[in-house]
């Protein structure tokens, strides 16, 4: 598995240790040179050459020399054990507690989109809720889960076309790539009021969303390789796996509820997964989404074998968390993106304008 890093330009080579934050630039240097970054064998950064050097511009040479220590060092964030039993005591975050646990020991998942529906609330009345008449794919998904934040409401979810379900497992996943057949993904939000004694009423819906993520200055080592190919734009996740009904409350009378997407990367001896938050706000009879950023980053690149069969991992482990602090603009709290695990955090204040969230920086 290979990853580009950076291009030479004409007058100067940067090359990116990935996993940390330091940008290290060669200045005014032929541009006669892309290096690229490969995770070797043994999950180790290898700076490779794959146009030559020109044998009369020594200094090249000398300073790429230099360079390479920087890339022989496990990555900020990344820890080595040695074996696979080994892997569980390193990660701290519940984003990679749950891929190990799922992927790696077999165990189900919580029920993160509300499959489980109250009998009041069966999914076809979710489903005539949400879906408009335009839209005729079979859904691949039909969820609803109590919001605590809104007394007798839940916040559900119905998701057709995409990816179809592997076995008995519904899910809400974008097309496969090898399957051109496949109808595009729609993914359907609402909030429906179940009072007791009444019938299902709807509140608020929202559009088809995408939850398009930037992944630039997220804090986390990694990101998708869908965001490195994508070059700083926006990536729409994967699949969409669980509600997050933490108490976001935006402004005094206003909460927010998330949906978290998700990217899983698998390549030989190891595995990746990556996830974003989407939030959305009721705005009369609509669900708006206004905050969308990457959350957390897992990795486990396995390495060289031993004799008693036994084999290095690279555990890369790093999550943000969202917090709303007591300042406000325009009445509405700024909220603070901060790593678990490190001092790096980014603020995020209200637009008027985009009435949405935006980085201050």
């Known amino acids: 598995m290979s990853r580009k890093v950076k291009k030479a330009g004409s007058t100067s080579l940067a090359v990116k240790v990935k996993g940390e934050a330091n940008i290290y630039a ?27 050097i020109d044998e009369k511009n020594p200094p090249m040479l000398k300073a790429l020399i230099c360079l390479l220590p920087l890339g022989l060092s496990l990555p900020a964030f990344a820890v080595e054990v040695h074996s696979l039993d080994k892997v569980p005591g390193q990660i701290k975050t519940p984003e990679g507690k749950a891929y190990f646990s799922e992927q790696m020991e077999g165990k189900p998942g919580p029920d993160g989109l509300g499959l489980k529906l109250p009998a009041s609330l069966p999914a076809k009345t979710i489903t005539g809720l949400l879906v408009p008449a335009s839209d005729k794919n079979t859904p691949n998904l039909i969820g609803a889960k109590p919001w605590p934040a809104r007394p007798d409401s839940y916040v559900a979810i119905v998701c057709t076309g995409g990816s179809e379900p592997l076995g008995y497992d519904p899910h809400c996943a974008q097309p496969q790539d090898f399957d051109k057949k496949q109808e595009p993904l729609h993914v359907y ?33 990694r990101e998708p ?71 957390s980053a897992y990795s486990d690149t396995a390495g060289d074998w031993h004799k008693n069969g036994t084999r290095d991992h690279e555990i890369t482990d790093s999550a943000n968390i969202i917090v709303v602090t007591p300042h406000a603009v325009d009445q509405h709290f700024d909220l603070m993106l901060k790593n678990r695990s490190s001092r790096w955090q980014r603020l995020y204040r209200w637009s008027q304008a985009a009435a949405a969230y935006q980085p201050a920086d």
């Open 26 to 52: 060669l200045q005014k240097q032929p541009a006669d040179l892309t290096p690229y970054w490969r995770l070797s064998d043994h999950g180790g950064p290898v700076l490779t050459i794959i146009r030559q």
């Open 189 to 221: 939000l609402g909030v429906i009021e179940m009072k007791e004694g009444s019938a299902p009423r709807l509140i608020a819906k929202s559009e088809p969303i995408e939850g398009a993520v930037n992944w630039a200055k997220s804090g986390l080592p």
């Open 225 to 295: 390789m869908a965001a490195e190919d994508a070059k700083g734009a926006s990536i729409k996740p994967e699949s969409f796996d669980r509600f997050d009904l933490a108490a976001y409350k935006i402004a005094p009378d206003m909460p927010a509820f998330g949906l978290r997407g998700n990217w899983m990367e698998s390549y030989s001896g190891g595995g990746a997964s990556f996830s974003s938050l989407n939030l959305f706000v009721i705005d009369g009879d609509t669900l708006k989404p206004i905050l969308s950023v990457p959350m």
